[in-house]
């Protein structure tokens, strides 16, 4: 459900930049306005805790004079401001140093079709109605369990922009979009152990949304079975990272074949194109044009068309994600991943949660990883985590204050399997992924 009305009217105020940048003598531009507008309520043990309306707009400008490039931005659209704008992206390319990869996408490359991806799905929720929703959420979580001790509150979060894109080169293209949220952290105590876990929702469409009482009763669950955490002794043992923690293992992946890792060689994935970097049997592709999904677009933050790609097939790397830069420093083409990648889905396998805990047997599962001890340009992969030991494919007793540790291009390729029990809820679809052995640091 597009309002035309307003994407014409952004429009207008991105080809206007483009125009000025070509009065004041540049020799390519691209200009970019968004206007974005929502609510986020919250509410604490029953009471309302914030209620905040935002509603932010902003208009950036890239000129270049050649190889030269400047940028600016502002989000006053007055005539004189854009000028201003202009004037100043202007002022810093004829400084700047030139760069002989900088510029405009080749225009072959740039999107001609612009399906309907059904992004657009406002919800009609006003501030009184979202507190029913976040305090209905929080209760339904307080009233799972009488271990339920206190709460770190619900939160109900409405979101919808209007995007415009444009560039010297004849791209003018807009959209609008929405994105909804329901969330709830809640604590339990028992004895001297004491808990907390959280659980959200989000999507497109509203109707999409678990029910707040879901919500609250899955953070409920989660924490209650934190009860009774105990850490272990230091081994090296099979790990099932749970499907929400999947999506960091594979996002580390995504960060070595960036193209920014790449130019700068400071990936532990340099040269692997063509290469075998994970188990036969794994497939990782792109599909930027799913109805409703998060990372949904028919063009990337260059204009430049997005299209369904394998990036690993039969675990051998087919494709670096890169831009229109970093395409060109590395002698290669853009993949059209300015911006990022578009729904990224790591094929499942046929084994849902039980099926992989079974498979699992006797290990560590994870639900919880703390800290930044991932190093980009050696692969060497340290983190906190919590979870579940298993055994026999059974969850015995909760685990914590542990440290489990590997190197990526190991941890890749000893993947045993991946869970078909999918986490929809954000740009990396993957199941629960477990791997052959880590070490884990404890006692």
Known sequence: MQNQEEIDRLKEVVQHLLDEARLQGATAAEAAFSVDNGLSVSARLGDVETVEYHCDQGVGVTVYFGKKKGSASTNDISAGSLKETVKAACSIARYASEDEFAGLPDPELLATEF?????????????????????????????????????????????????VFGNSSGFLQGYQSSRHSVSCSVLAGSGDSMQRDYWYSVARNPFDLESAAQVGEQAAQRTV??????????????????????????????????????????????????????????????????????????????????????????????????????????GMQTTGNAGGVHNLIVEPGDRDFAGMLKLLGTGLLVTELMGQGVNRVT?????????????????????????????????????????????????????????????????
């Open 115 to 163: 399906p309907d991806l059904d992004l657009n799905h406002p919800w009609a929720l006003n501030a009184e109605q979202a507190i029913e929703v976040a305090i209905e959420c929080e209760n339904a979580a307080r009233g799972y369990s009488s271990e339920i001790s206190n709460s770190e509150g619900a939160s109900v979060n409405t979101h919808q922009g209007t995007r």
């Open 225 to 330: 079975a934190r009860l009774g955490a105990r850490t272990l002794g230091t081994r090296q043992c099979p790990v099932l990272f749970a499907p929400e923690m999947a999506s960091g293992l594979i996002g580390a992946l995504l960060g070595a074949i960036s193209g920014g890792s790449l130019y700068r060689k400071s990936s532990f994935l340099l040269d692997s194109l063509g290469t075998q970097i994970l188990p036969e049997f794994v497939r990782i592709h792109e599909q930027p044009l799913l109805p409703r999904a998060l990372g949904s677009a028919s063009y990337d933050a260059e204009g430049v068309a997005t299209r369904a790609r394998d990036i690993v097939g039969s675990g051998i790397l087919q494709s670096y994600i890169l831009s229109t830069y970093s395409a060109r420093k590395l």
């Open 379 to 443: 692969g060497d992969y340290s983190r906190g985590a919590a979870g579940f030991w298993v055994e026999n494919g059974a969850i015995q007793f909760p685990v914590q204050e542990i440290t489990i540790a590997g190197n990526l291009k190991d941890m890749l390729r000893n993947i045993v399997a991946i869970g078909s029990d999918t986490d929809l809820r954000g740009n990396i679809r993957v199941g629960s992924i477990l791997l052959e052995r880590m070490a884990i640091a404890g006692e």
